[in-house]
């Protein structure tokens, strides 16, 4: 509910200003309103200025006025008068009955509204409040466009992602951007033919299109910062030192991010290694944002979906509501109980919002518990065909969804910070389903038949919390979650006998990473199947993060 203020200003020869202040969608502040309107058209000295304000923002004005002249008044409106001339301190007059007694006393006029046109009027007060709003928004992006920055910016989903931002269809026809490309010195020639291809785009709503290469000019006034993945040629030969290589860059992240960027600045982290990891740190480094950064994971949700349409031999844009649980970019579960196939060819037939559960049209059970599993895993683990073009339609789609709102009714799966909900351990960034509204989402934690099993959710928090435990140094070394099951596998496994180098070719594929270590080292064999799966983000060769040079042995204050 709107609620608003009313200024009702009354300027008489001795230089006296009547103040009025209310809801806009009270009664009283319309009977009152309507009252100044008449003493405004039948006296000639007499002005009325008005001014509305939402319901939150109306009690904290009405505690901060009071409380700045000393006065005590609860309800709706509130009059006072002013002397314009000598600055004096403002005079309370009261509210609704003080003011129509003022005026019988001094004009002699009085009001006969019905509270049914009393309420009617309210009504009307909120609609002019909320159009008023929205054209005053229009007004204020016309003069300052929306700055959206995007950090490694010669990576492939920035060159896809630009031509979605500049169409119009993410933050609306009628909002002009400003975009600025944020990557290292290395990349600044690159950087600028993309500047070139941009402006030859000609799209009305770009206002302008620039590089930035200076650290302690990142994120000016950002009003959007888009955080892809980082490149590097830094060599890493442990999976933990690649968790901790992630904390510098987001360190420096989060305290531009605070220091340089728009109060109300959204950050969105995309790409396809270690996204929940990179969120939580940049929440760490700059937490009076945290509320405002979200993990994207609408690709892992698109393969899915993709995978699926495959197998039904349909539209993947026909599935809706798949959920992601967990890692993004890592260890999740991909929870089909609340998928539903929309305009599938079969018997059965509807109009276009007719849907089926997905669980019903796939018979072979054994297909989604095995191949469909291992399918997109795969491609979680090793990043393939997450390339530039569902890296940016997935971070589009997201920012389309937060500025604009989800589709009424259609489960949507957002990596945020946990809270506690659904049994989550909290501290984390967590996959979950939620829908967007309001410029905000909310956590569907109403949705029924969700439970998710004691050790899938073990399994994938395990993970998330030795991430950040290791990339903070609070834990030497990564430990993969093993069941119960799976370390009675493993140790059965071990104990097989091995007599002669015959036998040891014998040994299957599933049995290798069991051989003794004198056969195999693990060490380097994880890290080298590790490394294969981090992308290189170039345009023509490895780059390197030049510009944290200057930051390194520096303390940043968060």
């Known amino acids: 509910m709107t609620r608003g203020i009313g200024d009702t200003t009354e300027l008489i020869r001795a230089m006296f200003d009547r103040v009025s202040q209310g809801r806009a969608d009270c009664p009283y502040y319309a009977k009152t309103e309507l009252l100044a309107d008449y003493l405004q058209k039948n006296l000639p000295d007499f002005r009325i200025h008005k001014i509305t304000q939402r319901p939150e923002v109306w009690e904290d004005w009405l505690k901060d006025v009071c409380e700045k002249n000393k006065w005590s008044h609860k309800n709706s409106p509130i009059i006072w008068r002013e002397l314009l001339d000598r600055g004096g301190k403002g005079l309370l007059l009261g509210g609704y009955?003080?003011?129509?007694?003022?005026?019988?006393?001094?004009?002699?006029?009085?009001?006969?509204?019905?509270?049914?046109?009393?309420?009617?009027?309210?009504?009307?007060?909120?609609?002019?409040?909320?159009?008023?709003?929205?054209?005053?928004?229009?007004?204020?992006?016309?003069?300052?466009?929306?700055?959206v920055w995007i950090t490694s910016a010669s990576a492939p989903a920035c060159y896809n992602l630009i031509p979605i931002l500049t169409s119009g269809e993410v933050f609306g026809m009628h909002t002009e951007i400003s975009i600025t490309l944020f990557d290292n010195k290395q990349a600044e020639e690159y950087l600028k033919s993309l500047v070139m291809e941009t402006q030859d785009l000609a799209s009305p709503v770009l206002r302008s299109v620039s590089i930035c290469t200076k650290v302690e000019e990142a994120f000016c006034q950002a009003h959007v910062v888009v955080v892809l993945d980082d490149s590097t040629d830094k060599e890493v030969f442990t999976l933990e030192d690649c968790l901790r290589s992630r904390v510098p860059l987001c360190r420096l992240y989060g305290y531009l991010i605070e220091k340089n960027a728009h109060e109300s600045v959204r950050v969105i982290v995309g790409g396809k290694t270690f996204v929940n990891l990179k969120t939580v740190l940049l929440m760490r480094y700059a937490p009076r944002i945290a509320h405002n950064i979200i993990a994207v994971a609408l690709g892992v949700e698109g393969e899915a979906k993709a995978i699926l349409a495959r197998k039904l031999k349909t539209a993947p844009s026909y599935i809706k509501d798949v959920i992601i649980w967990g890692n993004i970019s890592g260890n999740n579960y991909v929870d089909l109980r609340k998928t539903r196939v929309y305009r599938y060819e079969s018997a059965i037939w509807g109009p276009l919002h007719y849907s089926r559960p997905l669980l019903n049209l796939i018979f072979d059970s054994q297909w989604i518990k095995r191949e469909f599993v291992a399918t997109l895993k795969n491609l979680t683990a090793t990043g393939r065909q997450f390339g530039g073009i569902l890296a940016a339609h997935s971070i589009a789609t997201t920012l389309k969804y937060w500025y604009h709102g989800s589709p009424p009714g259609e489960i949507v799966s957002l990596g945020i910070l946990s809270e506690g909900q659904f049994g989550i351990p909290k501290g984390i960034v967590f996959s979950m389903p939620v829908k967007f509204e309001n410029g905000t989402w909310v956590v569907l934690t109403d949705l029924k038949d969700i439970e998710i099993s004691e050790q899938i959710m073990t399994r994938m928090t395990s993970d998330l919390i030795q991430e950040k435990l290791v990339a903070l140094g609070d834990k030497i070394h990564f430990q993969p979650y093993q069941s119960e099951t799976e370390l009675h596998k493993k140790d059965k496994r071990i104990s097989l006998p091995i007599t002669d180098d015959s036998q040891k070719e014998q040994v299957s594929d599933e049995h290798k990473d069991l051989v003794p270590h004198e056969e195999k080292n693990p060490v380097m064999s994880d890290a080298a199947d590790f490394l294969n799966q981090i992308p290189q983000t170039t345009f023509e060769k490895p780059q390197s993060l030049e510009f944290l040079n200057g930051f390194e042995g520096k303390t940043v204050e968060s």
């Open 97 to 147: 009955n003080e003011f129509l007694e003022h005026a019988q006393l001094y004009y002699d006029v009085t009001s006969s509204m019905t509270t049914e046109l009393m309420m009617v009027i309210a009504q009307e007060n909120l609609g002019a409040h909320i159009q008023k709003e929205q054209e005053e928004e229009g007004l204020k992006t016309c003069i300052n466009p929306l700055q």
